[in-house]
């Protein structure tokens, strides 16, 4: 059996069905974003995720893939039978579900577009809660020591090795569920305030002349 | 006497523009270029807008920031040293305001800089109230304000709610 071909002509999508009933190591080359990438079956489930030589832990896994299922570049090849050496964290999930994620996410996060927070804004976080959510919960589990601080989706996309839009998704749901929020930059006393009083003044006068007056 | 810098900021169509000429006693500078998104007009700001008013020996700056999101390195450049900014969002237009809302968490979480938002085409139902919007946004309510940016007197009020609110911040600073 030889399953090998170019993600241009099939997509990951296509292929994930096909290795319901295989076991073995699916490597995927000349990708845009990593060098190579193996993905390890067993008994139908997707069992560990090696990013080049080092196994990926969940929350890099998971992104990956959904990064893998949207892929337009890439080669790849099953071997059958090929067994992870190293797989410190395995992931036992499911082809069909883990398909199905992984579109849902990638589909939310282009409708969701710029509703995403800017790279550069920064959050922290405001309450202790673990979210129902599984992926969610693993973001949290990796990147919650940068957040009790306070950290940009791009700091965080660095450190944690995922993709920036999927680390903005992340911190777009955490806010909406109410454990982010967006930090504002501390306020210190400008020595401005006699100029923003005379200045408030006179705008007063130039727009309403005489009259104090003014309605919004 | 130093001249002081506000900054006029927003998405695309906001009415930046049209705030700026509104006010400024001089011909404004602006850089504007054919819009690639429908915006219900021809031409947006690629760089920035820039107008001046003379209030006695005070000369007060108006900077526009362009609205669209590759220029966003310019929203940080000309914050920077503002006495403070108003954000404007088009009342009418409700699916700018996820954008005005992340422009805002950005710049705010970079710059202590005091500001407004504010909701143009207050003239032209239906529209949002300020009230609504600063919900929408999660902002109290004394820090929206509602503006016609064609109306001078209109135009004005972000910029004497962002002072009013400066002062009496100021004053409760330690």
């Known amino acids: 059996m030889a399953i090998f071909g170019d993600l241009n002509h099939m997509t990951l999508g296509d292929l994930l069905p096909l290795l319901g009933a295989q076991d073995g190591a699916m490597e995927i080359f000349n990708l845009d974003e990593h060098a190579c990438v193996t993905l390890y079956f067993r008994s139908g489930k997707l069992q560990c995720l090696h990013v ?31 067994q992870a050496h190293r797989c410190p964290q395995p992931l036992g999930w499911p082809l069909d579900k883990l398909l199905l994620a992984s579109v849902a996410v990638q589909d939310e996060i282009n409708e969701l577009e710029r509703r995403l927070p800017h790279p550069q804004t920064i959050f922290r976080r405001v309450r202790y809660h673990e979210p129902e959510d599984d992926r969610l919960t693993e973001f949290l589990r990796r990147a919650g020591d940068l957040l009790d601080v306070g950290a940009s989706a791009a700091d965080i996309a660095h450190r944690l090795q995922i993709p920036l839009d999927h680390t903005q998704y992340y911190l777009h749901k955490l806010r909406q569920l109410g454990l982010l929020e967006p930090v504002r930059a501390q306020a210190k006393r400008s020595n401005r305030l006699v100029a923003a009083a005379n200045l408030l003044t006179s705008l007063k006068h130039r727009f309403f002349g005489e009259r104090q007056a003014w309605n919004h | 006497m130093e001249p002081l810098k506000i900054v006029v900021s927003g998405p695309m169509g906001a009415g930046k523009s049209t705030l700026i000429r509104t006010l400024s006693e001089t011909e404004i500078v602006d850089t504007e270029a054919l819009a690639s998104e429908a915006i219900g007009k021809k031409l947006t700001t690629v760089a920035m807008d820039f107008g001046t008013l003379h209030l006695g020996d005070q000369l007060l700056y108006l900077f526009g920031t362009p609205g669209q999101e590759r220029f966003d390195f310019m929203w940080d450049v000309l914050a920077d040293g503002a006495l403070g900014m108003v954000l404007l969002v088009r009342g009418d237009h409700p699916q700018d305001f996820p954008i005005a809302r992340r422009q805002l968490d950005f710049l705010l979480s970079l710059q202590a800089v005091p500001y407004v938002v504010g909701v143009t085409r207050q003239d032209q139902p239906p529209v949002w109230t300020p009230q609504e919007v600063a919900l929408y946004m999660g902002q109290p309510a004394e820090r929206v304000v509602g503006l016609n940016a064609t109306e001078p ?21 330690p």
């Open chain 1, 52 to 82: 080049g030589s080092r196994p990926a832990d969940p929350l890099v896994a998971r992104s990956t893939v959904s990064r893998l299922v949207s892929a337009k570049r890439g080669s790849f090849e099953f071997v059958p039978g090929a």
């Open chain 2, 153 to 173: 007197r209109s135009a004005v009020a972000p910029l004497l709610r962002l002072l009013e609110l400066m002062i009496e911040e100021e004053t409760q600073l």
